[in-house]
């Protein structure tokens, strides 16, 4: 689910249906729906957000545990995504619930700011090479 604040979660339908959100995009309604129905018994974590994140011409970066970073998660996912549909990309995380099997969409805020920075300095590393 997309979450631009704290504890804030919101459905890809209750999302779809507010044209107030300034923050959903076609791109990441497309990641949301792509991230539903994950089952650990078929393939890892990190292999569900490759594939979904390869969907929408994005990529995985990387993933680790989420050691309190976000509540109610497990794991955390830092992808790269279309921004609007031109060249340029955005950073988001991929959040696996504590059950295990939910994941949700959170943009980056204060608390996962230097979470997106390092990212952020992991893709100008990789571009360097």
Do not use: W, Y
Request: aromatic residues 4%.
């Amino acid at each position: 689910m997309l979450s631009s604040e704290p504890n804030t979660a919101v459905s890809g339908a209750q999302a779809a249906a507010s044209p107030a959100d300034p923050g959903l995009t076609m791109e990441l309604l497309e990641l949301e729906l792509s991230l539903d129905g994950f089952e650990p018994d078929t393939g890892t974590f990190a292999d569900h957000v490759r594939a979904a994140a390869a969907a929408i011409d994005g990529a995985l970066l990387f993933e680790l545990p989420a050691s309190g970073l976000v509540a109610d998660c497990e794991r955390i996912a830092v992808m790269r995504i279309p921004q609007d549909g031109s060249p340029l990309m955005t950073t988001v995380f991929a959040c696996l619930e504590s059950d295990g099997t939910t994941i949700r969409i959170e943009k980056p805020d204060e608390r996962t700011a230097d979470l997106r920075n390092f990212a952020e300095a992991f893709v100008d590393v990789l571009q360097r090479i």
